[in-house]
Nanobody, 122 residues
Framework: QVQLVESGGGLVQTGGSLRLSCAAA????????MAWFRQAPGKEREFVAA????????DYADSVKGRFTISRDNAENMVYLQMNSLKPEDTAAYYC???????????????WGQGTQVTVSS
């Protein structure tokens, strides 16, 4: 069982940066792959980035490659999403998720946070 709490969202101008954090509670955090998804109003939840249990392997959506970086600190039970060169189309609620393996589909993750809003103004 893993409980997830996101933070770090906010309002930023185009081209700016934000760092999202996800605090995990649970003794087996290091066993889980972690991911970030996002959901804009009226749209389906979409994959953003994922990282395996060790942090050695990562995966990114094409739309964020080269701009976003996912990382984790297993000693602190934390996952991060560094977002640079933000665009208005990055505006969405961002969700942290935990699952058994890296996948790009939401159904592959059994544990979710409540989300944090990111708004990029043009």
């Amino acid at each position: 069982q893993v409980q997830l709490v996101e933070s770090g969202g906010g309002l930023v101008q185009t081209g700016g940066s934000l760092r999202l954090s996800c605090a995990a509670a649970g003794r087996t955090f290091g066993d889980y792959a972690m991911a970030w998804f996002r959901q804009a109003p009226g749209k389906e939840r979409e994959f953003v980035a994922a990282i395996n249990w060790s942090g050695r392997f990562t995966d990114y959506a094409d739309s964020v490659k080269g701009r976003f970086t996912i990382s984790r600190d297993n000693a602190e039970n934390m996952v991060y999403l560094q977002m640079n060169s933000l665009k208005p189309e990055d505006t969405a609620a961002y969700y942290c998720a935990a699952g058994r393996t890296i996948t790009t589909t939401p159904s592959g993750f059994g544990f979710w946070g409540q989300g944090t809003q990111v708004t990029v103004s043009s």
